[in-house]
């Protein structure tokens, strides 16, 4: 395919991103604590990061492990503070009790983002009728991007979810990570999907490790022999 794939990678902190960027990343994700899997980080790392690289960097709008939304009021203040430092970018997903788009939470988080650009993340993979959370995400503004797997457990299990929704298109870019390795890429690039995002396949040490800048040239080069 000739449209040049997104590769994001997931960055912990400033070395994390050169190591990424000079791989080959299009864009970042920054988070903290992956034992949560991934939580918002200090307004410190992003300025640290927004300093070390100049491609797009999304940042996990997220307090608490899991899906809820936890304290909404401190969720505001957290981006607000995240935009004064000159975030751009987010990520953010919360369901609710029946495991359906958290619609109060999301709407007031996206309010204070004042139209940024934004990813739902695989709390999608976890809402108990993924295609009625889009219908009641379809109009919130901002919102571009879905983080998804296909499934809670991996692409392995979704990778039918996923190249059914990638026939059916739509306004928001599907986003494969979770479980995603070199040998899904041609079967999804075939079906159209363009971005990717890998966090553990970057440190192939593990999470104790740097993001490799070898791991992340291989997958640029695939993604982009495909």
Known sequence: MSERAVLEVIALDAEDAIAARTGGADRLELITDIAA???????????????????????????????AAGDVDRLVRTARELRAAGAEEFVLGFLDADGQADLDAVERVVAELAGCR????RAIDHATDREALRKQLADLPGL???????????????????????????DQQLLVGGGLRLDHVPQLRAAGIDAF???????????GQRV????????RRVLDSH
Do not use: C, N, Q
Not at 144 to 170: C, H, I, K, M
């Open 37 to 67: 899997d991934g939580l918002t980080p200090p307004v410190t790392t992003f300025t640290a990061i927004r300093s070390a690289v100049d491609i797009p960097l999304r940042v996990m709008l997220r307090l608490t492990e899991g899906f």
């Open 118 to 121: 934004w990813t739902f993340h």
């Open 144 to 170: 571009d991007t879905y983080l998804t797997a296909g499934s809670p457990t991996g692409v392995d299990e979704g990778l039918p979810t996923l190249l059914a929704e990638a026939a059916r298109g739509g």
């Open 197 to 207: 995002h890998i966090g553990g396949a970057a440190r192939p040490g593990g999470w």
């Open 212 to 219: 490799s800048v070898e791991a992340v040239k291989e997958w």
